[in-house]
């Protein structure tokens, strides 16, 4: 019985032995990830910038489904109803 006993708390130790070094390993790769993905958001060294076109402007990467209502600006200032 203390066979058994043994042998489990050895299985016991050996599995937490084991989660704790997969634990690290990911842990690691996910700080690494996290890293990398950082150094993109606030483009270190030029990274994950929108290349310009010749006039200057940025290049547009989405398309509303919809047409964009007009600017109040360019409304006129009256009143009155047309």
């Known amino acids: 019985m203390a066979e058994n006993n043994d042998a489990r708390e050895e299985r ?12 690290a390993v990911v842990g690691a ?6 890293f990398i993905s950082s150094l ?3 483009h270190v060294g030029g990274l994950g910038e929108v290349k310009t076109t010749a006039e200057g402007a940025t290049t547009v990467w989405w398309r509303p489904a919809y047409p964009l ?3 109040a600006a360019n409304r006129s200032t009256s009143t009155a109803n047309p």
């Open 29 to 34: 790769v996910l700080v690494v990830a996290l």
């Open 69 to 71: 209502p007009k600017m």
């Open 40 to 42: 993109f958001l606030f």
């Open 12 to 23: 016991r130790e050996y599995v937490h032995r084991r989660q704790t070094i997969v634990f």
